[in-house]
């Protein structure tokens, strides 16, 4: 998209060793260099851009002071590693970030040992890090823990679930709040930064612990009167009582940009041995780049872009993606019905939601980072009569499976939950794969499992569910966009547990869950052309079963197939145990499953992974030949 820029600092740096060895003073170029080479490799690949830039100084103070990868260094959700990765050895793969091949756009273990711990999901950094400090306690081994974490991350209980327990780790575990909205702190200033280096230097630490230590000797009324004095001065002027709290020694807050004030504060951090510490940086997003620091969160993920004009690459027009059919149905049954509302977790937008507020702003809520405490909430909002609809990506769903077991379906109430991103999701890869949905819900009582083929259906589904008040409900549809169908103007109810035959034969029958149905029909066409007729169904449930209609296939076809775009134990294995349990195994039907591979798939293009993953059409007509004992032609024949 653009010529590379001159990096001639960074070209001197291969690792964090290169980069101790320059001078405090040789820093600001090198930031600006590496903020540079970001901007320019995002800009040919797409990413993650407006975090990485917030965290590019630092980035570099980070590795500049602390001994890195033997002070174990863990960045939160990792959408602002980039920087990270092109101090750590990786420069020269960094323009593969994303791709098939390349560069996670996360960090990753297997890729280099500067990332201790694989991340994508937020809120994780200080758990991993209170493991890694006291790992290194109970071996003796020197190394301290650095957990990055922003601030948007800090809406989920998990990481004050780490705080409260990290006292064990002593001074071996520091955290850094990376607050890149400005969200806890005022503006940062000249007083801000005078008290930041006062309050982490070892004069100061040294004096406050002591003083700490006297108050503790005092009788119990003046011991609490001096703890709450030294706590109301010091969180009037830093805001870090709640930290405090939690046992940390708060430092902050600081300009995370500045990196004369950065060097020392970090210095005197690594060199306290007070316990745990919580430094509070204050970042933005974007940082020196005006199109990302104008539109933070168009700038977040990106497209290729041009450099000089900030302009995205555009996709070329097509049918409306899933997430905002989605969207555009939930909207209309809103009108129809005032029970009506919508929850999402931190991904207004992601989900189309941000639409949804815009029609109605008082009937939907972004609960923050935190899917259990949303999964719950909706559950209190059935239970007093409302109709609730959790957008959530498949793969953070995961992360509040035991309030969809307790909170919902123990209490069979009517929780409506749309999971995007099923399936496989391209550039971000395994972490982000909706791959496990079918799964751990359709072994769930009362629960009602649904997958949409396109966005006709849907728009049927949401309908289906806004109806449906017997018990909670689901529906799985894909990232990307759609096949192109007319969406219907007067949505279907459909009948629960209720599939429909696509196309007729008599020989092989492919039962097909979710949008592979389009692959499905393609390898119909590529089997009639053998002379071998084939029936297609949309199942549209994995649960409840359309159970008279899989007996009839399998009773009158000698082959079936199921597919899904989902990991073993979904839908295949359900209609493999209706097949048992009503005998029709021992008849000699063959039945063969095809859903997504037993391993974690890499990023890649979205066709290529299916490819991958045996799940195309002519994956499918391999599949049914074998199971017929035909010679097959091949794979790649077909796919030819």
């Known amino acids: 998209m653009t010529e590379r820029p001159e990096t001639p600092l960074l070209d001197t740096v291969n690792i964090p060793a290169d980069l101790r060895r320059l001078q405090p003073k040789q820093l600001r170029q090198l930031a600006d260099e590496l903020r540079a080479e970001t901007i320019s490799a995002v800009g040919t690949t797409g990413g993650h851009l407006g975090s990485g830039l917030g965290v590019v100084e630092l980035t ?12 174990r260094l863990v960045w939160d959700v990792g959408h602002q590693c980039y920087p990270h990765k092109i101090l750590t050895g990786r ?23 500067y990332d201790p711990f694989g991340a994508a999901h937020s809120s994780t950094s200080i758990s991993a890090g209170l493991g890694f400090a006291i790992a290194n306690k109970l071996s003796g081994a020197p190394g301290k823990a650095i957990a990055v974490i922003g601030d948007g991350s800090m809406s989920a209980g998990m990481a004050y679930e780490a705080m409260n327990n990290a006292s064990e780790a002593g001074n071996r575990l520091i955290v850094i709040l990376n607050d890149n909205d400005m969200s806890i702190a005022p503006p940062v200033g000249g007083l801000s930064h005078y008290l930041a280096r006062l309050v982490s230097s070892g004069k100061y630490l040294s004096v406050r612990h002591l003083a700490q230590r ?78 990302a620091e104008a539109a933070a969160d168009k700038y977040h993920g990106v497209q ?12 070329p027009a097509g049918p409306p993606s899933y997430t905002n059919v989605f969207a555009q149905a939930l909207i209309a049954e809103a009108e129809r019905d005032d029970k ?8 207004p937008s992601g989900t189309g939601l941000d639409k949804f507020a815009g029609r109605f702003p008082d009937r939907m809520f972004d609960v923050g980072i935190a899917e259990q405490h949303a999964v719950t909430f909706a559950a209190g909002l059935a239970a007093q009569g409302h109709k ?44 982000h794969a909706g791959s496990f949905d079918l799964a751990y819900l359709c072994t769930l009582p009362n629960m009602v499992v649904m997958a949409a083929a396109d966005e006709a259906e849907l728009t049927h589904m949401v309908h289906t569910m806004a109806l449906h008040d017997s018990g909670p409900s689901a529906v799985r549809y894909p990232r990307g966009n759609g096949t192109g169908v007319a969406i219907p103007e007067v949505p279907q109810r459909l009948e629960i547990g209720k599939g429909r035959i696509v196309r007729e034969g008599k020989k092989v029958a492919i039962l097909s869950l979710g949008t592979r149905l389009e692959e499905a029909l393609k390898a119909a066409d ?32 000698e082959v079936a197939v199921t597919i899904e775009e989902a990991a073993i134990g979904g839908f295949g294995a359900h209609v493999l145990t209706l097949a048992s349990d009503a005998g029709l195994t021992d008849a000699g039907l063959k039945i063969r499953t095809m859903r997504l591979p037993d391993l974690f798939q890499d990023q890649d293009k979205p066709e290529k992974q299916y490819e991958e993953a045996g799940l195309d059409a002519a994956a499918i007509v391999d599949t049914v030949l074998k199971a017929l004992r035909h010679n097959s032609t091949g794979i790649a024949e077909v796919r030819a």
């Open 214 to 291: 006297f108050a503790r000797k005092l009788p119990g009324p003046l011991h609490r009167a001096a703890r709450r004095a030294e706590e109301y001065t010091r969180g009037m002027v830093t805001g870090g009582t709640l930290f405090e709290e939690l046992g940390f020694y708060y430092v902050g807050p600081v300009d995370g940009h500045d990196l004369d004030s950065l060097i020392p504060i970090l210095e005197n951090v690594r060199d306290a041995d007070l316990g745990p510490m919580l430094v509070h940086v204050v970042t933005k997003k974007g940082k020196g780049y005006a199109p």
């Open 304 to 315: 290729k872009f041009d450099v000089i004009s900030g302009e995205q690459v555009k996709a």
């Open 526 to 557: 590529t089997l009639e052309g053998k002379g071998l007729s084939t029936t297609v169904a949309d199942l549209r449930f994995a649960k409840p079963l359309d159970e008279d209609l899989i007996r009839k296939l399998l009773s009158t076809h």
């Open 91 to 113: 420069r020269d793969r960094i323009r593969t970030l994303r791709m098939g091949g390349g560069l996670s756009g996360f960090t990753k273990r297997a890729e280099s040992e």
């Open 340 to 347: 009506i509302v919508a929850i999402t977790a931190a991904m």
């Open 388 to 431: 609730p609809f959790v957008a959530i990506y498949s793969t953070f769903l995961q992360r509040a499976y035991d309030q969809v077991v307790h909170d919902v379906a123990i209490q069979n109430l009517p929780v409506r939950f749309a999971m995007d991103r099923a399936g496989l999701v391209g550039a971000d890869g395994c972490t």
């Open 60 to 71: 570099v103070a980070i590795h500049y002071v602390f001994n890195t990868p033997d002070d």
